[in-house]
């Protein structure tokens, strides 16, 4: 459920009609919604209830530092993959000791950043890696805590791109070598020994792979505890996928997943983490856009609009669909037309969808790309020197910019012609 709904006819964020926020900020945009980032951080919540557990918000998905302060003041933990990142979450008011740090290739100049700044833990990918953050911890005079991010071979089953649990893929330490890694973090001065760490992608939909991985760490976690470490803390990752289509059928509930996590790993007694992003994000947020022109090809009408494979790139990336709704709302029973929705970069994979059946639009219109909130805006870019389009949220009736649109004069100045040319 989100909190973007049709009211007298016009699509509304919460209180407030879209067509208002157009009509103030320009188009495209991104709107949020307060009330749905808000719903979804306490279903996770609430979904591990009775548990020692901390819901950390993997910020990769949408990374503003007004979503992220909604999101730290309900007590969320944040999930942080770079330097950038952990800067965004202290900047948002995020304690240290709520900041699990993940991915492949941490930098020392990040760890150091992190040890100084407050870590809960490293989720540690590698054997170099665990040398270099032993480094850095002793020369700063401080012990690092650290899970171990372990990669148990377990398929996911979504798209190829953002499926991470197959030993083909970067991610984790073989969960077979895991004993042995865990030894060798033993040794180390620098480092402490508190937990597992495990993730298998994203837009699962199916909670039996998220089943399979979770026995392979309660598995490990009994050995390693039998081989002398502390286990304490379990961190299970993300994954959990929405509906992006109507005709989807709907992925598991968070009140699900933390039931399966319950009888998988509850009877280890280890404090929980999860780094859900997608759902929290994911339905909490559209990009709003505007129709430039309605163009009659041999065989199709395109529909272009001002917004783009730049703002929105999850469908020349991932073939992803995104629910496509006029901001006006369509009567009841009106006819449909079918279009190819395109942006106006130079590209034929600037195509946001193929043959969609839409109601009659025209020039000037408004449309809204539904579950547009996770890995919207965060991936966009500046091609064709197109600027990265406002974020706007909404709570309740008012509604604040929280990115601005840049100025062509401030893209431009970041640029610097050498003075020997
Ligand atoms: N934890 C780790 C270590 C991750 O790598 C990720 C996502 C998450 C948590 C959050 O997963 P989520 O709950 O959001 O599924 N750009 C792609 C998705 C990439 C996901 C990368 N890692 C997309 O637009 O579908």
Request: charged share 20%; glycine share 10%.
């Amino acid at each position: 459920m989100d909190h973007f709904l049709y009211r007298n006819g016009a699509l509304h964020a919460e209180d407030v009609p879209l067509a208002e926020i157009a009509a103030a900020v320009g188009t495209p945009f991104y709107c949020y919604s307060t009330a749905t980032l808000t719903r979804h951080f306490r279903l996770f919540d609430e979904a591990l209830d009775g548990m020692d557990h901390l819901v950390c918000y993997a910020m990769k998905a949408a990374s503003n530092l007004a979503i992220l302060r909604v999101l730290a003041d309900l007590g969320a933990g944040m999930d942080v993959v770079s330097g950038g990142e952990y800067a965004r979450a202290r900047a948002a008011g995020v304690p240290g000791d709520r900041i699990v740090f993940s991915g492949v290739g941490k930098t020392r100049d990040e760890m150091h950043m992190a040890l100084t700044g407050g870590i809960r833990q490293f989720n540690v990918e590698s054997e170099p890696e665990l040398q270099a953050l032993s480094e850095v911890a002793l020369s700063l005079g401080v012990v690092a805590p650290i899970t171990v991010r372990v990669n148990p071979d377990v398929d996911a089953k979504t798209h190829a791109k953002i499926a991470t649990g197959k030993s083909e893929n970067k991610f984790g330490i073989p969960i077979a070598r895991a004993r042995a890694v865990y030894a060798h973090a033993a040794r180390l001065p620098g480092i402490k020994v508190v937990g597992i760490d495990v993730h298998i992608g994203s837009q699962l939909t199916d909670l039996a792979p998220f089943r399979a991985a979770y026995r392979k760490v309660a598995e490990l976690t009994a050995q390693l505890r039998a081989d002398g470490h502390t286990i304490t803390r379990l961190d299970l990752g993300g994954g959990l996928g929405i509906p992006y289509a109507r005709d989807n059928s709907a992925p598991p509930l968070p009140l699900e997943y933390g039931a399966m996590i319950r009888e998988e790993l509850g009877h280890l007694g280890c404090e929980i983490e999860i780094e859900p992003g997608r759902l929290i994000a994911g339905n909490a947020g559209l990009m709003v856009s505007q129709v430039i022109y309605v163009k009659s090809g041999e065989d199709r009408d395109f529909l272009i609009l001002d917004g783009a494979m730049n703002d929105l790139i999850r469908p020349a990336m991932y073939d992803a669909w995104h629910d496509i709704v006029p901001v006006i709302e369509p009567a009841p029973g009106a006819e449909q037309h079918v279009y190819d929705v395109v942006g106006p970069v130079c590209e034929s994979g600037d195509t946001f969808a193929r043959g969609r059946a839409l109601p009659p639009l025209a020039q000037g219109d408004l449309v809204a790309f539904r579950s547009a909130g996770a890995y919207g805006a965060v991936m966009s870019s500046e091609y064709n020197t197109r600027p990265l389009i406002p974020e706007v949220l909404v709570k309740g009736d008012q509604f604040a910019v929280i990115r601005r649109r840049p100025t062509f004069d401030e893209m431009l100045n970041r640029d610097t012609i050498p003075e020997w040319l």
